[in-house]
T-cell receptor, first 113, second 113 residues
Framework: KAGVTQTPRYLIKTRGQQVTLSCSPISGHRSVSWYQQTPGQGLQFLFEYFSETQRNKGNFPGRFSGRQFSNSRSEMNVSTLELGDSALYLC????????????FGQGTRLTVV | AQSVTQLGSHVSVSEGALVLLRCNYSSSVPPYLFWYVQYPNQGLQLLLKYTTGATLVKGINGFEAEFKKSETSFHLTKPSAHMSDAAEYFCAVSWATGNQFYFGTGTSLTVIP
């Protein structure tokens, strides 16, 4: 059974640009959540999608957005990148709700220069 | 406000010694409790979880944790540390009302040969 796949693994962008990260959940999982991990702030919740609907959103500016497709794959987009957006972005997929187990991808390392 | 506290951002133990990583949560409603491990440049791997039932839970790689409601704690232990246990460990909670994880700040475990 394939795990959670995040692409790309590494990304370097310039301030002001936008970026799109992709997450393919485990087959059959309908819930996808996104987290930002930084040394200073730790792991912070961005948003969660279930059956193409955003059900929960963390405390991030509107530059951070996401969506989920009918096959449960999810993308997150960050517009007008800032240096502080440099982080490891982790995607987690869950089979059901409430969340009794989440499987994480290896993450996308975003560096903004 | 709900929160998760991990006491000790860095813990060092000798190979073969007991590993004890501490986690406390603050909430009037007992949450679901999780321990995740993260190796460098990797995502999070679930070690163990508590949702309902037996309060002593066993996980992978010889780890176990005990949920103590009266102490609002979920400490992680392993009787004998192995070099391969060196990693970052995160305690996390969630509730039946949502799919969001709240993570502790993490504990970096070093195993000394």
């Amino acid at each position: 059974k394939a795990g959670v796949t995040q692409t790309p693994r590494y990304l370097i962008k310039t301030r002001g640009q936008q970026v799109t990260l992709s997450c393919s959940p485990i087959s059959g999982h309908r819930s996808v959540s996104w987290y930002q991990q930084t040394p200073g702030q730790g792991l912070q919740f961005l948003f969660e999608y279930f059956s193409e609907t955003q059900r929960n959103k963390g405390n991030f500016p509107g530059r951070f957005s996401g969506r989920q497709f009918s096959n449960s794959r999810s993308e997150m987009n960050v517009s007008t990148l800032e240096l502080g957006d440099s982080a490891l972005y982790l995607c987690a997929s869950s089979l059901s709700w409430p969340n009794t187990e989440a499987f994480f991808g290896q993450g996308t390392r975003l560096t903004v220069v | 406000a709900q929160s998760v506290t991990q006491l000790g951002s860095h813990v060092s133990v000798s190979e073969g010694a007991l590993v004890l990583l501490r986690c406390n949560y603050s909430s009037s409603v007992p949450p679901y409790l999780f321990w995740y491990v993260q190796y460098p440049n990797q995502g999070l791997q679930l070690l163990l979880k508590y949702t309902t039932g037996a309060t002593l839970v066993k996980g992978i790689n010889g780890f176990e944790a005990e949920f103590k409601k009266s102490e609002t704690s979920f400490h992680l232990t392993k009787p004998s540390a192995h070099m391969s246990d060196a990693a970052e460990y995160f305690c996390a909670v969630s509730w039946a009302t949502g799919n969001q994880f709240y993570f502790g700040t993490g504990t970096s475990l070093t195993v000394i040969p």
